[in-house]
């Protein structure tokens, strides 16, 4: 059992350590080859633990030996008894775990960090001093805190340290304020106890309660104290006899191997009998209890016979939790019995090896020993440990009236992360600082100008992970960034921030976006030799009534360009009137779909090249069938009236052609490596060359390059030109029409 407050002599009655003696205590619980590591561990604790811990009136060396004690009477491995022995220089006198790992290793320091990671609730409202005087009450809030606590977890021996952490702070904070050791005590109840409950740790969990129970109530845990001792002689001499007669009754049948002994109550467990039954603590059976262990689960039935026979059992007190084990794996037989007398005890029957994982639970089956362990093992006991979390956090859901499935929820893509103030906010997966900021409220997401998360200035951009501190630094004015809500930069994740940018932008000033807008369309039409007189087609599309409406939506980043351009259907003022051939029917012919008669042969003229998503028309050629014209063609432009009665009506098919053949001109300031530039651009998006002309005027040192290459549509030609742009020393790139065959 882990003993309360006591030093086994270690610490002499003048407040100094006997090392030597603590480590002989410590060979002799099976240390013993071991003790280089310790030791170490020790001594680097005595050279850093000049300071000692804000909680606790003793020193971060005696703090680390104390926890020590906890930590070896749950067997655990020698890096996590150096770990605990540790953490409080780290935590209190700057001990760097960069020297922890070049002393100690690499192990060992990371225990630590784990455990410092796992401190982060009391690390707020603590060590940091906030506010006591505003407890985190809100179930939603603690619920946050709780899985925070679990996500922060991937090593269940951090965890055992910390529980002896906090059970050694516990035992040494009667001289701090009430208000902090009810701080601390609460803590232990609500997170700390059940998490060892869940983990089977009996020795922890017992000594947690009661001990925050003194302090959450210490009118009532004196009351019950006072009750036990007073009949605490009477009590001893009668538990002593049934032990004798036990002892007797087991030799009888032939058992060597056992061992019979009284148990006491704990005083919080007493408590809660005593407040569910609602009886005084006379009615309480089990305060009088003995516990027997024996070899095999087969003794343990024998025995439970025998001991209704030698008293009279209470059959509403019996409970078989070796046939039905807890949910956190514990196993017993308990039965409440009665002597001639009237008095009523109870008897706990259970093997050895159930006892060790009653006492040690989660310790007693994750041995960190030395030796080879497969990779099977690792994965099971890494599930083993998921379930035991999650349960613990079911549990603490389900006591607080929770009705969430909390294994979806804990399994869910979330990280939690701190506000300045100390709140908790529940985050998706890869949420940036700019995320954080919009979730907290809409005005300082737009005034947003940076973030310090840890105390350090970090990119907008940056991945926020569970624990850490955010503060969002902010500017006097509302200034969103356009480039927030572009996809490829990546600094919003949550589609709620990026709807709260768009909001912004199309709530701003009319004006300046319909600028805006005619900028951005002016300049893609220009480059795609496009013409916009005419928006008719567009404006009906999308519903507008005015044009500088269609330049707002753009502007404000309602529509994309390319939304726009494949519906535009310019027509120059001066082209003539079509005339369409009275026909009877409509004819399909490979990507076109004109009116004709019978199957005619088309082509694309070389004039002017058209492409799918050009407005085009058909000429009736002698000889040649149909040519395909763009409609600002100036070769169309131009046509007589008797070319005119030749014209057809015509349009692009939903199916077209796999490449269509353009042609570009760009102007660059010459370097080498330009021409590699711009053909290895052209191969990378699938575009094939048909000819290229280039000359440079050695005078302006400029190169003038003209390209004929094949492209799909309108969409690849403008995702080229716009990639032709971000070469580099290139001026202008734009689609060039021809004026004449």
């Not at 922060?152 to 965890?159: G, I, K, L, S, T």
């Not at 969990?205 to 845990?221: G, I, T």
């Not at 994740?493 to 701003?508: C, D, E, P």
Request: include cysteine; charged fraction near 25%.
């Amino acid at each position: 059992m882990v003993k309360v407050k006591e030093f086994d002599g270690w610490i002499a009655p003048d407040g100094s350590v006997d090392l030597e003696l603590w480590l002989q205590q410590l060979s002799d619980k099976g240390y013993s080859n071991d003790l280089g590591l310790i030791r170490g561990a020790c001594t680097l604790s005595q050279l850093t633990g000049a300071e000692q811990p804000a909680e606790t009136d003793i020193s971060c060396f005696k703090m680390g030996l104390s926890m020590g004690d906890v930590l070896a009477d749950l067997h655990v491995d020698p890096e996590t008894l150096a770990a605990g022995i540790l953490f409080e220089n780290h935590q209190y006198a700057d001990l760097s775990l960069d020297v922890v790992a070049e002393q100690l290793g690499p192990s060992v320091a990371k225990l630590i960090k784990g455990v410092k990671r796992m401190g982060a609730l009391q690390g707020m409202q603590v060590l940091n001093k906030l506010p006591q005087d505003k407890p985190v009450q809100n179930k939603h809030q603690l619920d946050n805190i709780r899985k925070m606590l679990l996500a922060m977890v991937d090593d269940p021996r951090v965890v055992l340290i910390k529980l002896a952490e906090r059970l050694c702070i516990l035992r040494t904070c009667a001289p701090l304020p009430p208000a902090i050791q009810k701080q601390l005590a609460t803590e232990a109840m609500d997170i700390y106890a059940p998490l060892a409950n869940r983990l089977g740790i009996g020795a922890v969990k017992w000594e947690l309660e009661d001990l925050a129970f003194r302090y959450l109530h210490p009118d009532e845990y004196k009351a019950i104290a006072k009750g036990l001792k007073s009949k605490r002689i009477e009590r001893d001499r009668f538990v002593n006899h049934i032990v004798e007669v036990l002892n007797k009754q087991i030799e009888a049948l032939g058992i060597t191997h056992f061992d019979v002994y009284g148990r006491s109550k704990h005083i919080h467990s007493i408590y809660r009998k005593m407040t569910r039954k609602n009886v005084p603590l006379e009615a309480i059976y089990d305060a009088t209890a003995v516990r027997i262990l024996l070899d095999t689960p087969e003794q343990c039935y024998e025995i439970l016979g025998m001991v209704h026979h030698l008293w009279h059992q209470i059959p509403a007190e019996f409970d078989d939790y070796i046939s039905h084990p807890k949910a956190n794996g514990y196993q017993s037989l308990h039965t409440a019995v009665e002597d001639l007398d009237g008095r009523v005890f109870e008897v706990q029957i259970r093997t050895f090896a159930m006892h060790e994982r009653a006492e040690m639970g989660v310790a007693a089956h994750w041995k960190y020993k030395e030796g080879v362990k497969t990779a099977k093992q690792g994965h099971e006991r890494k599930i083993a440990w998921l379930r035991d979390v999650l349960a613990w956090h079911r549990e603490l859901a389900v006591s607080k009236g929770m009705s969430e499935s909390i294994e979806n929820e804990f399994l869910d893509d979330r990280i939690y992360v701190f506000t300045p103030g100390g709140d908790v906010i529940e985050l998706a997966q890869g949420v940036t600082p700019l995320d954080f900021a919009y979730h907290l409220h809409s005005h300082i997401g737009h005034r947003c100008r940076g973030a310090k998360v840890n105390g350090s200035i970090v990119p907008l951009t940056y991945g926020l992970k569970t624990g850490d501190r955010v503060e969002v630094l902010t500017g006097k004015e509302e200034r969103p960034s356009r480039d927030w809500i572009n996809p490829h930069l990546n600094y919003l994740k949550t589609s709620r921030a990026k709807a709260k940018v768009l909001h912004w932008f199309r709530m701003q000033d009319y004006e300046s976006h319909r600028t805006l807008g005619f900028e951005i369309l002016e300049k893609e039409l220009k480059v795609l030799g496009l013409k916009s007189e005419s928006l008719n087609d567009v404006l009906v599309a999308f519903n507008f009534k005015r044009v500088d409406d269609l330049y707002a939506a753009l502007g404000r980043g309602d529509l994309k360009l390319g939304q726009i351009t494949n519906r535009l259907t310019p027509v120059e003022a001066s082209a003539p009137v079509i005339k369409s051939a009275k026909v009877n029917k409509s004819t399909c012919k490979d990507d076109l779909w004109f009116e004709g008669v019978g199957n005619l042969l088309t082509h694309i003229a070389r004039c002017c090249q058209p492409v799918p998503g050009d407005p085009v028309l058909g000429y009736i050629t002698l000889g040649r069938g149909v040519s395909i014209h763009r409609q600002d063609c100036v070769n169309i432009i131009h046509a007589s009236e008797k070319q005119q009665e030749r014209f057809l009506q015509v349009s692009w098919r939903s199916v077209i052609r796999d490449n269509y053949l353009v042609h570009l001109s760009i102007k660059a300031f010459d370097r080498p490596g330009l021409l590699r530039d711009i053909t290895s651009l052209l191969s990378t998006e699938k575009a094939n060359i048909y000819a290229l002309e280039s000359r440079t005027d050695q005078d302006k040192n400029i190169t003038h390059i003209q390209l004929s290459v094949e492209v799909d549509g309108l969409g690849s030609l403008s995702r080229i030109l716009t990639r032709m742009h971000q070469i580099q020393n290139v001026i202008e790139a734009r689609r060039q029409l021809k004026e004449s065959n």
